[in-house]
């Protein structure tokens, strides 16, 4: 009986063995070494739409365009929403109160609200028609601005006029 019991104990283990060595699962890709030059061409190419995408998004592009002076010593500038804000830079001057006009043509449900994070400020931009923020006298700094989604960007530079 015991031989009987050392069989039937090791039967499992050489049972599952054997199943294990026929039924072991097909790797479900094969990798294809490719040659060093390939390789390094990929890695160049990645690495420049890399850094292609972190200048699109990150980058300051352009100069800014200064507002100009208009009735009543409001400062005034027009900005065309289309594919981004352009300018996307402004400068104004600080200490005077400021109109910007922003004018939609982009379909995009990215570009329908404009936000002024620093004024605590949200613009709702209708398609085909132009949209006036106006800001009080505001002091010399740097303040951003985005689209609702925080894709598109643009930067109001607020500038001493006695510097």
Do not use: N
């Not at 005034?76 to 996307?88: A, H, W």
């Not at 990215?110 to 006298?137: M, N, R, W």
């Amino acid at each position: 009986m015991s031989a009987l019991l050392a069989v039937a104990l090791h039967l499992p283990v050489a049972l599952h063995s054997a199943v294990a060595l026929h039924l072991a699962p097909a790797p479900l890709w094969r990798t294809h070494h490719q040659p060093l030059a390939l390789q390094l061409v990929v890695l160049a190419a990645g690495l420049a739409l890399i850094a292609a995408e972190l200048w699109w998004f990150l980058g300051r592009h352009g100069v800014a365009v200064a507002a100009r002076a208009g009735e009543a010593g409001v400062q005034e500038i027009t900005i065309t929403v289309d594919g981004g804000y352009l300018p996307s830079k402004i400068q104004a001057l600080a200490g005077r109160p400021l109109r910007l006009a922003f004018h939609r043509l982009d379909p995009s449900g990215c570009l329908a609200q404009v936000i002024f994070p620093d004024f605590h400020k949200t613009l709702d931009l209708p398609l085909g028609a132009t949209t006036s923020l106006e800001l009080p006298p505001t002091p010399a700094g740097i303040y951003p601005f985005h689209c609702g989604m925080a894709m598109v960007r643009g930067v109001l530079e607020v500038v001493d006029p006695a510097a």
